[in-house]
């Protein structure tokens, strides 16, 4: 099983903001600036949409942002949209694993 | 256009092997850090391996550790997977990534199924 723990799912109306968690520990997250986030639209590859905890890569909406605060980490979505509904995942480096980790994975479902 | 394109899967016995390709074009593969993340059918995602640029430092997650082992060939814009002594539980969908830093993976592959059953 993953060392990153996220919530199975989240849900909210078009226009509301959610937010996703990612809770690790001291090996990971608490010690590690390089916490991203990836987007997964069904049937496709994983897109990259933070990077380095807050971090949004050229053509990410600022609808997307990321944070940290001790062995947490979490991504907020403002102005659900429609497709936004996807699967979302964390990664993060493990210094006990000497490994990089993802995620459970969190999918986001717009009502 | 960034392209990264994965071959080489498909259907293999338990203990057998197989060796994916990923060729890449559209970016400067040989200053690259590149990754392969696997997928699991209705599972989340599995970092698997990556490599330096030159090749010279190559990291496995400990679960394929002795069994996989990532390549590269700059001359050719190719990274490989080399899986012997396979399993069920390998049974994945395989991306190459490029990693553009510390494990941030911007460009990905659309995959390539990997099936171990007997």
């Known amino acids: 099983q993953s060392v990153l723990t996220q919530p199975p799912s989240v849900s909210g109306a078009p226009g509301q903001r959610v937010t996703i968690s990612c809770t690790g520990s001291?090996?990971?997250?608490?010690?590690?600036?390089?916490v991203h986030w990836y987007q997964q639209l069904p049937g496709t590859a994983p897109k990259l949409l933070i990077f380095d905890i807050n971090n949004r890569p050229s053509g990410v909406p600022d609808r997307f942002s990321g944070s940290k605060s001790a062995t947490s980490a979490s991504l907020a979505i403002t102005g659900l949209q429609a497709e936004d509904e996807a699967d979302y995942y964390c990664?993060?480096?493990?210094?006990?694993?000497?490994?990089?980790?993802f995620g459970t994975g969190t999918k986001v479902t717009v009502l | 256009e960034v392209l990264l394109v994965e071959s080489g899967g498909g259907l293999v016995q338990p203990g057998g092997s197989l060796r994916l390709s990923c060729e890449a074009s559209?970016?400067?593969?040989?200053?690259?850090?590149m990754s392969w993340v696997r997928q699991a059918p209705g599972k989340g995602l599995e970092w698997v391996a990556n490599?330096?640029?030159?090749?010279?430092?190559?990291n496995h997650v400990d679960s394929v550790k002795g069994r996989f082992t990532i390549s590269r060939d700059n001359t050719r814009s190719s990274l490989f997977l080399q899986m012997n002594s396979l399993r069920a539980d390998d049974t994945a969908v395989y991306y190459c990534?490029?990693?553009?830093?510390?494990?941030?993976?911007?460009?990905w592959g659309q995959g390539t199924l990997v099936t171990v059953s007997s």
């Open positions: 490599i330096k640029e030159d090749g010279t430092v190559k």
């Open positions: 990534a490029r990693d553009r830093s510390w494990g941030a993976t911007d460009y």
């Open positions: 559209g970016f400067t593969f040989s200053t690259s850090w």
């Open positions: 990664q993060s480096h493990d210094s006990s694993l000497n490994s990089y980790v």
């Open positions: 001291s090996s990971n997250i608490g010690t590690s600036s390089y």
